[in-house]
């Protein structure tokens, strides 16, 4: 189930079907764009529905695996505002006419696109402001595979996970990595207030949860509460 030419981070054997659904769950995390950011695509085959979240690039090839899945996209949801996971969204948007969901502290990054491009050495993608503000709670997702939204201000201000219950999986965006953190140096970063949104957002998930960075490999909560050096008191 991975897309050609994309190194996959396979989940099916780990996340499994929630039980009692006996549709067949899509979920797919591959790296785009230079600096690697991962998008997920996650569907239900039996509704014909998915959601990308954070379609920093290559659009083109996330719209065709999408096509060749025969998946209707529902969602567009942004982890946070930097340009290596938002910069393809609005090209998504025009493919599908799937609504942009971005937390609207982030919106002072969305204007600050060229300069996110500058610092990159790359051209700037055209962006938009998103067609709906996700709120700390809120439900998003396909109906068979609902997730929580957690505001996790830090690496910026409008930063989200997305914690998806029946599947013991969270989406942390650039909050947490494998053995690390997201970095607090960039405009709207801060360094007390990642550690705890960490601390009392994520790390009050059951150890087995499954994470999914914006970058790197995944990891559990449990593995990052024993052994990250950046959350050890
Ligand atoms: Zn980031």
């Not at 509704?47 to 719209?63: K, L, N, T, Y």
């Not at 060749?68 to 948007?93: P, R």
């Not at 997702?141 to 997730?147: E, I, L, N």
């Amino acid at each position: 189930m991975a897309i050609a030419g994309f190194p996959v981070l396979d989940f099916h054997a780990i996340a499994g079907t929630p039980r009692g659904y006996h549709g067949i769950m899509i979920l797919e995390t591959f790296p785009v764009g230079p600096l690697q950011c991962n998008c997920t695509l996650l569907g239900d085959e039996a509704a014909g529905e998915a959601i990308v979240i954070d379609p920093g690039d290559e659009i083109s090839r996330i719209h065709k695996r999408l096509t060749s899945l025969g998946l209707k996209l529902k969602q567009i949801v942004i982890t946070h505002a930097h340009i290596d996971h938002v910069g393809g969204a609005l090209k998504l948007k025009r493919l599908t006419g799937a609504p942009i969901l971005l937390n609207e502290n982030d919106l002072p990054l969305l204007d600050m696109m060229d300069k996110q491009a500058a610092w990159l050495g790359i051209p700037t993608p055209e962006t938009a402001p998103p067609d709906e503000v996700l709120l700390d709670g809120q439900q998003v997702g396909v109906d068979a595979y609902p997730a929580q939204v957690l505001h996790t201000p830090g690496h910026t201000q409008g930063s989200v996970c997305l914690h998806f219950v029946p599947l013991k999986m969270v989406i942390a965006g650039d909050t947490l990595f494998a053995g690390s953190i997201g970095r607090t140096d960039l405009p709207g970063g801060d360094g007390d207030q990642i550690i705890d949104s960490i601390h009392t957002r994520l790390l009050k998930l059951p150890d087995e949860t499954r994470v999914i960075p914006g970058h790197g490999p995944m990891t559990t909560i449990g593995a990052e509460r024993k052994s990250n050096p950046f959350l050890q008191s």
